[in-house]
């Protein structure tokens, strides 16, 4: 069954800081890959997705991440965090061409930044 | 607002009872997924509805139920609940049963005793 990992569960920032958040998946088949964030008494949202093609995906407020193939990674990046960006983030694959209906999720990161 | 509404938000159950819950999609929303989100992990997929019928599922036992009706509200149903059942349940609508492109609620959050 497919795996995904997030490394870090709790990172801790200063605003302007740079931000990049690991995430690896364990599937040799072709994915679909998303990153969900939850901010504190919101729902899951969906931030970025990847299907095919460019492989740096940009995503709401100012947040990218990069598939890289050969390292099964879907890193999630941001330049310079602010404060509202204090959230849990959530990596999730889901096997395509498959018929699987799956999302599969990490464990989440919980990012708080320090104003 | 992702206008996916679930209830209730909260409750309590002792072991060996049971529990409904309930999950009203966004509109245009023919799809509902349940997830269930232990204390510390991601959420696990318990199964998917699509068009009345369950259309995939999760490693969840069979005590572990659901409908969805035509105006593609759906329930998840629990029996025989045990500790480890406490978690929180996401309902989750999307416009196409194979993305992955999903529109959560707030959830419910069971506590079992």
């Known amino acids: 069954a497919q795996s995904v990992s997030q490394h870090n569960h709790h990172v801790i920032l200063s605003e302007a800081a740079s931000l990049e958040l690991g995430c690896n998946y364990s599937?040799?088949?072709?994915?679909?890959l998303f990153w969900y964030v939850q901010y504190p008494g919101q729902h899951l949202q969906l931030l970025l997705k990847?299907?095919?093609?460019?492989?740096l995906v940009k995503g709401i407020k100012g947040f990218e991440a990069e598939f890289i193939k050969s390292k099964f990674s879907f890193n999630l990046r941001k330049p310079s965090v602010q404060w509202s960006d204090t959230a849990e983030y959530f990596c999730?694959?889901?096997?395509?061409?498959?018929?699987?209906?799956?999302?599969?999720f990490g464990s989440g990161t919980r990012l708080q930044v320090q104003p | 607002e992702t206008g996916v509404t679930q209830s209730p938000t909260h409750l309590i159950k002792t072991r060996g009872q049971q529990v409904t819950l309930r999950c009203s999609s966004q509109?245009?929303?023919?799809?509902v997924s349940w997830y269930q989100q232990a204390l510390g992990q991601g959420p696990q997929f318990i199964f998917q509805?699509?068009?009345?019928?369950?259309?995939g599922r999760g490693n969840f036992p069979p005590r572990f139920s659901g409908l969805q009706f035509p105006n593609y509200s759906s329930e998840l149903n629990v029996n025989a609940l045990e500790l480890d059942d406490s978690a929180l349940y996401l309902c989750?609508?999307?416009?196409?049963?194979?993305?992955?492109?999903?529109?959560f609620g707030e959830g419910s959050r069971l506590t079992v005793l």
């Open positions: 989750a609508s999307s416009t196409d049963r194979n993305t992955g492109e999903l529109f």
């Open positions: 599937y040799g088949g072709t994915v679909n």
């Open positions: 990847y299907f095919s093609g460019d492989p």
């Open positions: 999730a694959v889901k096997l395509a061409n498959t018929g699987r209906r799956a999302l599969t």
């Open positions: 509109s245009g929303h023919n799809t």
């Open positions: 509805y699509y068009r009345e019928e369950e259309n």
